[in-house]
């Protein structure tokens, strides 16, 4: 840590440096978490960001425009970089703390550390992960745990997850919730109109975003919408998929394409803005995830006020509440159902959709950087630090 300063001297805000393997590549996912929280934790002033990363960031636009300076140590592996590049940079002397939003820390960090941990995918469903991911988590997951001033989860379930496989987690867990950007948010029925229009689907749509791999389970929802179109072809709605492609993505890429003449469509990577679109005209957003540490599209399609059904599985309830419709995701004739409630119930959806825009508003970026904020603070011992019973209570 820096030396203190003397009495007289005004104090200098802590400086942070932050993990930014996450952006390296184009945000998504742990992306859009670590660069919507810098925002804000830039926006409150209270310490001074220091970005670290083993390469230059694809898109350094974001955090030019923060004015958060970036540091980049080069390292051909980013977990390399991490366990060997790291450690010595935070031992210079000029940081005072260190936030990894990416899951893992260095063996021997020399600052105090606290670490986001999104999910346990590595431990619950490693199957639906590649080899690559695997073994830049599993090796630190439990040394991490040990070493972390704090550890924040996305989601009650997540934390509850860390405290059952990891007893040295006790005492340190804060859940804060992920956040949903304002832009998400109804449009007006001439804007829902002219968007179906664009895109092909003046009835509308079923909707699913995200990575295109195992763990999203495409393949349950084109089986489901598949029955859908075999049951009543001339109403079904499209389905449209937008979203990069993932690990293991070949196949069913191959599925949607011999699909396209039936009415599923890829749009691929969407841009921001373009995304907002097309939840904002979705009929029913659908996201049928094996597993989630929280489940950012599920928040982002409430907030646009969209009816959602979603799994039943791991964090995706506690995030839906009873905003949405849950089903088992190993099972397509459960999907098929919700959806035909959906499609048939009007007021039903339409509940939903008001119930989805309410819950939505618990999800607050500026909330969230406010509570990590104030747990930096309990950290480094500060005055003035929230006590434990401020929205900074660990388990």
Request: hydrophobic letters at 50%; charged letters at 20%.
């Amino acid at each position: 840590m820096r030396p203190l300063v003397s009495e007289s001297s005004p104090s200098p805000p802590p400086r942070v440096a932050i993990d930014l393997r996450a952006l390296v590549r184009r945000p998504t996912g742990i992306g859009v978490h670590t660069l919507a929280l810098l925002g804000e934790l830039k926006r409150l002033g209270r310490f001074e960001l220091l970005g670290l990363a083993h390469r230059p960031l694809e898109e350094p636009e974001p955090l030019r425009a923060l004015e958060i300076p970036v540091e980049i140590q080069p390292a051909p592996l980013g977990v390399l970089w991490q366990q060997a590049v790291l450690p010595r940079r935070l031992a210079r002397g000029d940081i005072d703390l260190f936030w990894s939003p990416l899951l893992t820390l260095p063996l021997r960090p020399p600052v105090p550390a606290v670490v986001t941990l999104h999910d346990l995918a590595a431990l619950h469903v490693p199957e639906t992960l590649t080899w690559k991911v695997r073994w830049s988590l599993l090796p630190f997951l439990g040394t991490t745990i040990e070493r972390a001033a704090a550890i924040v989860t996305v989601s009650e379930t997540v934390a509850a997850e860390v405290l059952a496989a990891f007893p040295a987690a006790r005492g340190k867990v804060v859940a804060i919730p992920n956040g949903v950007d304002p832009a998400f948010r109804p449009a007006d029925p001439a804007r829902v109109e002219a968007i179906r229009a664009r895109l092909g689907a003046p009835r509308g749509y079923l909707l699913y975003a995200g990575t295109l791999e195992p763990r999203k389970n495409v393949e349950l929802l084109l089986d489901a919408w598949e029955t859908l179109a075999l049951r009543a072809p001339d109403a079904t709605l499209p389905l449209l998929l937008a979203g990069p492609d993932g690990w293991k993505s070949a196949a069913t890429a191959a599925r949607i394409a011999a699909l396209a003449p039936r009415g599923v469509r890829r749009l691929g990577r969407l841009t921001s803005t373009e995304l907002i679109e097309v939840m904002q005209a979705a009929t029913i957003f659908v996201y049928p995830s094996l597993y989630e540490g929280f489940g950012l599209p599920v928040a982002e399609a409430m907030a646009c006020g969209v009816p959602v059904v979603t799994s039943d599985r791991s964090c995706l309830p506690e995030i839906v509440g009873d905003a949405g419709l849950t089903v088992d995701p190993e099972d397509a004739e459960a999907l098929v159902a919700a959806l035909e409630r959906l499609l048939e119930e009007g007021g039903l959806a339409a509940r939903l959709a008001a119930a989805g825009v309410e819950r939505s508003r618990r999800y607050s970026w500026p909330v969230a950087a406010r509570r990590l904020a104030d747990l930096f603070d309990r950290v480094l011992g500060r005055a003035g630090a929230p006590a434990a019973g401020a929205g900074v209570a660990a388990r």
